[in-house]
């Protein structure tokens, strides 16, 4: 199986453990990422390693009994990133519209306050069509089908400079209890 196969399987595996420990868990945050061996996961509450390896194991069980929707997630990085790229286009094309009308290199404070609530529309509409974008987008980054994946550990493992990092993204304070775990498969 080849690499990319592999972080596809643990990237859907890990969407699949995220949605179990919401399932199994209120009022905590996650970040994870995926490579050929096993996923990181960061969670931001209380949460132990006994939770997080009993999710792993449902999310795999399940997904292997044919729920292969759980591999994709609304809050992954790839649709998230998909709205950014459609957002920032959808704005920029209503500025370039404006400029080419107006026949100019480039707009004056009157002209870009005159065209700012069309860019604000085109931003907002662009924000509602993104994730089902996105979504789709997903189901090229991720796999449901991991029938031949199996878990073979769960250990924790000292946080990040990149987790402090999500912490603040993910609006928890500093108190908030953090780990990091690497699941590993094979």
Known sequence: MSILQRIRQNHGLEH???????????????????THNGFYLNLYGN???EGVETA????????????HQLALHPNCGTVLLTTATMA?????A???????????PNLDAASFLNVLPTAVLAVVLTLVASKPVGMYFQS?????????????EVRRINPSPLTHFFRV?????KHTQMSSYFVETE
């Open 16 to 34: 699949a453990t995220i949605h179990i420990l919401s399932e199994k868990f209120q009022g905590f945050g996650a970040q994870g990422n995926a």
């Open 94 to 104: 209503v500025f370039a519209v404006e400029q080419k009308r107006l026949k100019r």
């Open 140 to 152: 090229y980054t991720t796999t449901g089908v991991v029938n031949d994946v199996r878990l073979k």
């Open 47 to 49: 949460i132990s390693a």
């Open 88 to 92: 920032t286009l959808a704005g920029q």
């Open 169 to 173: 993204l993910l609006g928890r304070n």
């Open 56 to 67: 792993a194991r449902e999310a795999l069980q399940r997904m292997q009994n044919g729920e």
